[in-house]
């Protein structure tokens, strides 16, 4: 005779991206083997993979868990937290302009407790991926996922560059489109490095506008009893 199977719980949450709604269910004990294993890696390395499997896992009907955004990822991520663990989490927090340091940042952390459950994905009003580089000249911009977020390696500006390239999805002008497979990685290249300074930063504001995981949280400094108030970005953050 086989062995009863449990109710598990299902949930529902929209996702950032795409506004939709999407279903999951929190952790077994499978996900929670995956993420201990994970965890054990003091690099690091394993983290990204593992919280990608188990998004994978929990999450209900077809999602392309690798074309996910990044910030898509951490929302998910801390909703199956949340409902799996617990909603609350206790986090350390330092403000600035601590009055017996000198102004500086405070010696001694004051703990907070944040309900993951209100930390949302914040989007910028002006934020939009159909850039004008010129009168004539456009590109549609696609979001980083992790996965070409750990590919890319080397200082500041070529880790830059590259996002501008990897993230160009589309080249229009009034008269044609350009999908990103009908032209190869070397036109791509002459094409931004054509692009003045003004033209480059106008793309660049893409990525530094795009939505973000973030949350502000207002307390009382342990040390100094001042009213402080710190905002939280980044799904590591909630964890620290």
């Given amino acids: 005779m086989a062995l009863p199977k449990l109710?598990?719980?299902?949930?529902?949450?929209?996702?950032?991206?795409?506004?939709?709604?999407?279903?999951?269910?929190?952790?077994?004990?499978?996900?929670?083997?995956?993420?201990?294993?994970?965890?054990?890696?003091?690099?690091?390395?394993?983290?990204?993979?593992?919280?990608?499997?188990?998004?994978?896992?929990?999450?209900?009907?077809?999602?392309?868990?690798?074309?996910?955004?990044?910030?898509?990822?951490?929302?998910?991520?801390?909703?199956?937290?949340?409902?799996?663990?617990?909603?609350?989490?206790?986090?350390?927090?330092?403000?600035?302009?601590?009055?017996?340091?000198?102004?500086?940042?405070?010696?001694?952390?004051?703990?907070?407790?944040?309900?993951?459950?209100?930390?949302?994905?914040?989007?910028?009003?002006?934020?939009t991926n159909k850039i004008m580089i010129d009168d004539n000249i456009g590109v549609i911009m696609e979001y980083p996922n992790t996965s070409s977020i750990q590919k890319e390696e080397g200082d500041a500006f070529t880790v830059g560059l590259n996002y501008v390239k990897n993230g160009i999805k589309m080249i229009f002008t009034k008269e044609e489109t350009h999908e990103r497979d009908s032209f190869s990685e070397e036109e791509l290249e002459e094409f931004i490095d054509s692009l003045s300074s003004d033209q480059f930063q106008k793309i660049k504001t893409f990525f530094d506008t795009m939505p973000m995981l973030k949350h502000t949280v207002k307390y009382k400094c342990s040390t100094c009893g001042e009213d402080k108030e710190t905002t939280i970005e980044g799904m590591n953050s909630f964890f620290s």
Avoid: M
Avoid at 43 to 61: D, F, M, R, Y
Avoid at 78 to 94: T, W, Y
């Fill in 7 to 127: 109710n598990v719980p299902v949930y529902e949450a929209i996702l950032p991206s795409t506004e939709k709604v999407i279903k999951y269910r929190p952790f077994l004990v499978k996900e929670e083997k995956i993420l201990l294993t994970a965890l054990e890696d003091d690099s690091g390395e394993s983290l990204p993979g593992a919280v990608k499997q188990i998004i994978g896992n929990c999450v209900q009907g077809e999602l392309d868990v690798e074309r996910l955004p990044t910030f898509d990822i951490e929302f998910l991520f801390l909703r199956l937290r949340a409902k799996s663990v617990g909603e609350s989490v206790s986090i350390g927090l330092r403000p600035w302009g601590c009055p017996n340091n000198e102004g500086k940042l405070c010696e001694k952390s004051t703990e907070v407790e944040i309900n993951l459950e209100e930390v949302k994905v914040v989007k910028n009003s002006e934020h």
